[in-house]
């Protein structure tokens, strides 16, 4: 892909790395959260619908500077990462933090909705058929809710991809450490003549969401198959 | 023995049944919205009662007063659903396997070819639930709680569902169940016929609590408990087929009494049940001569009872066993019926439909 200049190049890179990893570490409290909410009644459930539909709602710089008064190095948790030699100030580190929350919601929904849909009937029958809960939730709930924590994936994925105010609100517009795609594309459109760099950077955000949409669409039909597809 | 004693009490209806199911099939037997459903959960452990106490052999289910309650899967009880609840992510064979990877490795259990020959399910292995018919999903049901190496089977109207073809077509099935494997069952039903066919005891179930217990043939012969209704009302006779005579009537011998029944599929020696349906049967007070009926059992009255409407309902002995007769209360006057009176008890011999008969 030669017709990428080099920082064009970096700023794809990076932006792929960034959505990965923030896929990546939220899809273990995605699909718990989603289960909690889909499943459990404890108090504070409302409370915790709200935060994590909070960063869907919020506009995104609130949500940056939110991230940057906490998670910064001078910020409560931030600076307990920080001990731990975490930092996620002006990195790319922060970058997949700030997507990651950013597109928490989104996969949430998704996992939830799906595992909403599974009639609770048959984790009794996995219980009363020797499985304890945390089996049931193995073998039962995850399998059967794998078309929709697939398409929260993409959708999380999408939305990292395309993450731009709380990106640059938390952790700026560094080249090569925290100026991905979306930033990239605001920075050439401030300069003079950077427009067609700005245009070929569009184009790969169109293609990659494109073929983001149309992997969520192949695999979701495929699983939707697997796990049964009609109701038993 | 299964020994449950619960009371749980919902906003609108509650339920307070204390009962005994020894080995074999104890039917729990009452109308919809008896509260069958809840005391086999409460047994399952997916409804916890307020109080109550359920032992099973030697070991506790629950005990409210002792704060003991046994999380489902640690009850190893196999269940029946009536909706099947087969996992729809998982074939035929997944399904029937599940059970099997939580049982105790020292469990005693069915071996799984066995359990799918028995079932007639070999051919259905590799489907998906999605790709089965209805009676294919309970019959895999079926063996799913039968491999899950339980120590009694919970069956919560496993035919409800299903319609006349297709009950015929499990019936047999339970029955081999019943037969030949030696786990305790615990059947849930409000259909007679199928009571009558399946249950060695009965608990009756009204509106929460058990309103009479003991064996099939006791209860569903006391016209006191008619937990169906006067209607669905039947008592049960046992009886040996003794041969098929050539015009596709089939002789039996129920305590020395013959018994004329259209065909039994069934060879001769077998002991068979018959369910006869209390209207089906006609009371005479002398022995009736120039009858098209051919079953005519002397017997004497034991109970003369009346409910509301028109009918009442009699039972009378005879040396075939308990008879229930339904007949108008007109007619029970006309005839001065009263108990020890001696009668003659008439059945059709068509009037005996073959799922009465097993």
Known sequence: ?232 | MLEVSVQHRFSDFSINADFKAPHGVTALFGRSGSGKTSIVNAVAGLLMPDEGRISLDDDLLLDTSRKIRLRPHRRRLGYIFQEGRLFPHLSARGNLAYGSYFAPRNAPRENFDRVVEMLGIGQLLDRKPGALSGGEKQRVAIGRALLSAPRMILADEPLAALDEARKAEILPYLERLRDEVSIPILYVSHSVSEVARLATSVVAIENGKVTSHGPAVDVLGDPAVLPAGAREAGALLTARVETHHEDGISELNAGGIPLFLPRVPRNPGSEIRIRVAAHDVIISRNRPEGLSALNILPGIVQEVRSGDGPGVMIALDTKAGRILARITRRSAQTLELSPGVHVHAVIKTVSVAPHDVG
């Not at chain 1, 929904?109 to 058929?129: H, V």
């Not at chain 1, 809960?133 to 999380?156: E, H």
């Not at chain 1, 459109?189 to 950077?194: D, K, R, S």
């Open chain 1, 1 to 232: 892909m030669d017709w990428l200049g080099p920082e064009e190049w970096n700023a794809v890179l990076l932006s792929l790395r960034v959505s990965f990893w923030a896929v990546l570490c939220s899809l273990p409290p995605g699909i718990l959260v989603a289960y909690a909410l889909a499943r459990w009644s404890f108090p504070g459930k409302q409370l915790l619908n709200g935060l994590v539909h909070l960063p869907l709602i919020l506009p995104p710089v609130v949500t940056g500077y939110l991230l940057l008064l906490t998670m910064g190095t001078q910020g409560a948790i931030g600076g307990l990462f920080a001990e731990f030699g975490i930092v996620f100030a002006f990195r790319w580190s922060g970058a997949a933090l700030a997507a990651a929350i950013m597109a928490f919601p989104l996969m949430v929904r998704a996992i939830r909705l799906s595992m909403e849909a599974i009639d609770p009937k048959l984790e009794q029958a996995g219980a009363t058929l020797g499985a304890s809960p945390a089996w049931v939730f193995l073998t039962i709930t995850l399998p059967m809710s794998l078309p929709g924590i697939i398409a929260g994936t993409i959708l999380a994925f999408a939305k990292a991809m395309g993450e731009f105010g709380a990106t640059i609100t938390f952790v700026s517009n560094i080249p090569g450490q925290t100026r991905t795609v979306p930033s990239a594309i605001y920075a050439f459109l401030q300069v003079p003549g950077g427009e067609s760099a700005a245009i070929r950077l569009v184009i790969v955000s169109v293609a990659i969401a494109m073929a983001a949409l149309f992997l969520s669409e192949l695999v979701g039909r495929r699983v939707a198959s697997k796990v049964g597809g009609r109701n038993a």
